[in-house]
């Protein structure tokens, strides 16, 4: 038992060596910073992202990423019967999962807070299941992800496209 106990200890201290030296890469990366201050997505999230994607401007909007990470619905259409199923569960498969599981703790707040000004996630809960919720809320950040990387441009909680 001493033996396997030192061994969970190295075990340890080398999860928390790879947490500083994670930590210390978002901190000295711009775009990984900007992606952390979406709801739902951390440092850890944000590294991987940034790390995984590379260039956004490789995708031609955000659907193709939020596609890329298989947080899209898989259609089975034909003619004008459109069907769509769950989804596609396609690409990488450890930043879907840190995508939802971010979104997770965005639909959990939005459950029990109720000065919570996300009134998407409120809306969404209402109309459908909360897991439902949730993967729809990790596509909707994979989009943010795709236009703040592609556009250079800072999250706004309250940023709306112009209509013209």
């Known amino acids: 038992?001493?033996?396997?106990?030192?061994?969970?200890?190295?075990?340890?201290?080398?999860?928390?060596?790879?947490?500083?030296?994670?930590?210390?890469?978002?901190?000295?990366?711009?775009?990984?910073?900007?992606?952390?201050?979406?709801?739902?997505?951390?440092?850890?999230?944000?590294?991987?992202?940034?790390?995984?994607?590379?260039?956004?401007?490789?995708?031609?909007?955000?659907?193709e990423l939020a596609a890329w990470l298989g947080l899209v619905p898989r259609q089975h259409s034909s003619g004008s019967k459109v069907l769509l199923q769950?989804?596609?569960?396609?690409?990488?498969?450890?930043?879907?999962?840190?995508?939802i599981h971010g979104a997770r703790s965005v639909i959990r707040v939005a459950?029990?807070?109720?000065?919570?000004?996300?009134?998407?996630?409120?809306?969404?809960?209402?109309?459908?299941h909360k897991n439902v919720a949730a993967v729809a809320r990790a596509n909707k950040n994979a989009r943010v992800v795709w236009a703040l990387l592609a556009h250079g441009r800072d999250y706004d909680a309250g940023y709306e496209l112009a209509t013209t």
Do not use: C
């Not at 033996?3 to 060596?17: G, I, S």
């Not at 999230?45 to 659907?63: C, E, H, P, W, Y």
């Not at 769950?86 to 995508?99: A, C, P």
């Not at 459950?111 to 109309?127: A, Q, V, Y």
């Open 1 to 63: 038992m001493h033996r396997l106990w030192t061994h969970l200890k190295e075990l340890y201290r080398q999860v928390q060596e790879l947490e500083e030296q994670i930590n210390a890469w978002h901190r000295s990366s711009e775009a990984s910073q900007k992606l952390a201050k979406i709801p739902g997505i951390g440092p850890l999230t944000a590294t991987a992202l940034v790390a995984s994607i590379g260039d956004a401007k490789d995708f031609r909007n955000g659907r």
């Open 86 to 99: 769950g989804i596609s569960k396609r690409g990488d498969g450890y930043l879907r999962m840190l995508m």
């Open 111 to 128: 459950e029990r807070k109720t000065t919570l000004t996300d009134n998407w996630s409120k809306e969404m809960l209402k109309r459908r």
